[in-house]
Every structure is written in C-alpha cells, then in structure tokens.
C-alpha cells in the first residue's frame, strides 16, 4: 500500500462534529495516524445521570489501513476499518479533507451529510510505529499498538464473533438489546489513547474505563528480521512491526 502523506500523519483532535441531527463539540474524540495504519477513538460526552449501560455502548472506535486519493471531488481520505468496536458499517468511511493549515483540517462526507474540524496535537509527529501482537507460534492476534510522537493507542478486539444475525449498520445498543447474555462481552474491547514518556505509558482515556488514569511502565525495542518486543504490564510481549519509523528503542 501507499504511505499516506506526511501531512495527514500524527494525532488528531475532533474541535467539532456537525451532522443535519447535532452539532458536537464536547465528545473526546483522537485520531492517530501512522505512515499506514491509523486508530481512532470516540469517548461521547453524556449527561449526567446517563446510564452506565448505554453510555459504554455509544463508545466508537476503529482501527485499519488509510488511503488517500486524489478524485475529482478533491482529495479523499479513506479509512479500511480491519477492527471496529460498533457492528460494520453500511458504506464506506471516507471523507474529503482541505486542509486549512498543516495543523488544521475539514473533512466533509462523501457518503453521508457532515462536516468535522480536526486539528493535530503538538509533539504527535517525528516517530510512526504500528505493531500487531503475536501469540506463542507467531499468530496475529488481532492486537494493535500504534504511536505517533509522544502518543499511543492500544487496541484490543472483543474475543467473540457478532451474533449471528447482525447487519452493516446496527448500532453496538441494537446487538445487545437482541443479546443481553453477551452484553459484558460484547464491551470488552478496548481502545485506549494517551502518551509515552520517560518509560511511562499513561492511558487518558480508554473505551474500558477502569484503565482512565492507568500509568505502567513500558518500552519497546526492535531488532532486525524478529518480532519487537513489548515490556508493559497487560500487554503481550511479542509484536509484528507494521510500520516503524524511528528510534529502534522505545522508552
């Protein structure tokens, strides 16, 4: 695949979603961007009160490859959902994307009506690494372990298969309504963002959130033709590198 270019790379903050049903500006919402893969995250904000149930099931985030192309529209961004916490989407997730300035962006939709601001956080470039983490004979276990600059997202998919039945389109809420036995299940997916510095990883915001606030140590070194190896309590130690660029030791 195509690198994505150096200005779409990095971590991004939503500043604001507008849709014909709402206008958001107060949803936690990071995207973070490596030369291929990207992860993104989307805590909602809800009222107080909400319950715990439902607030946990409008959690959103995906992870996958990204391509940009140029069409007649202008410049599309698409990203190929490989792992996402919501049931599969209906249409593509693409957006057309003009960049303001090179911290700021507008995406706009191409299959549905909306408009989002995007703006990349300082100290989010100079080092891409993607991992995906192995098991004990080598298999890709579907774990993902993405940093750009001095943050990181780890992502984690749910052990389970959607239950048969479910459709493109459905929300997290509609599969559990059908499915209360596998409700707890259906949640454990994690996507968790924060930084990595001075050998600390610090989780900010997490779709688990008894991980908010979570400091562990953590580094990650690469050696030539092998797998990196992780050191951070809760996460494997053995990863496929993806897309390294950068120091070969992480602390």
Known sequence: ?????????????????????????SSFVRWLQTRLWHADLRIPAMAPGTDALLQLASQQGFCGVTQVAHQASGEVCTWQRRLDFQPPR???????????????????????????????????????????GLNEAGGDMQERFLVAGRYAMHVRPRRLDWPPGTQAGQTLLDVMAGHPDMAQDLLDFEISFGT????????????LPALN???????????KAKPAEVSCPGLGELWQVLDWAGQEVLV
């Open 90 to 132: 209906a249409d593509v997730d693409a957006g057309l994307m003009v960049f303001e300035t090179p911290e700021r962006v507008i995406e706009t939709g191409v299959h549905a009506p909306y408009l989002e601001i995007w703006e990349r956080l300082s100290d989010s470039t100079g080092r891409f690494i993607a991992l995906a």
């Open 213 to 223: 606030g979570a400091c562990l140590p953590f580094a990650v070194a690469r050696a």
């Open 1 to 25: 695949m195509t690198p994505v270019p150096d200005r779409y790379r990095g971590v991004w903050a939503r500043r604001l979603l507008e849709t014909p049903q709402q206008r958001d500006e």
């Open 196 to 207: 990595l510095e001075a050998g600390q990883w610090t989780i900010e915001q997490s779709t």
